[in-house]
């Protein structure tokens, strides 16, 4: 049973930066897919990121060039570095793991494992 637990969020300004982790129990192999998704309120859940075995990445068109995922196998963390952000990144944001490899980088959130969440606020 894999654990997820994120943290890191917070109320930050428009423009501000945030990094979020999730940590998890040993979590790695040629099958490793990890995820961020985000959801507010009133709205579905949306995907933010990707990142495969081979650290390839894909990312939501809405935050391009803002955000990185990355990993540090060694802590068993997964990360969200979010920069430059907007009112429009307010949300619940959620880690998850465990998809097909073929779908990682894919959109879709047929994961088998997800967190808890961490709440991400921006204000003017």
């Known amino acids: 049973q894999l654990q997820l637990k994120e943290s890191g969020g917070g109320s930050v300004q428009a423009g501000g930066s945030l990094r979020l982790s999730c940590a998890h129990s040993q979590y790695t192999g040629s099958n490793y897919c990890m995820a961020w998704f985000r959801q507010a309120p009133g709205k579905e859940r949306e995907g933010v990121a990707q990142?495969?075995?081979?650290?390839?990445?894909n990312f939501a068109d809405s935050v391009k060039g803002r955000f990185t995922i990355s990993r540090d196998n060694a802590k068993n963390t997964l990360y969200l570095q979010m920069n430059n952000l907007k009112l429009e990144d307010t949300a619940m944001y959620y880690c998850?793991?465990?998809?097909?490899?073929?779908?990682?980088?894919?959109?879709?959130?047929?994961?088998?494992?997800w967190g808890q969440g961490t709440q991400v606020t921006v204000s003017e």
């Open positions: 998850a793991a465990d998809r097909p490899a073929d779908l990682c980088l894919t959109p879709g959130d047929e994961y088998n494992y």
């Open positions: 990142i495969d075995s081979d650290d390839n990445t």
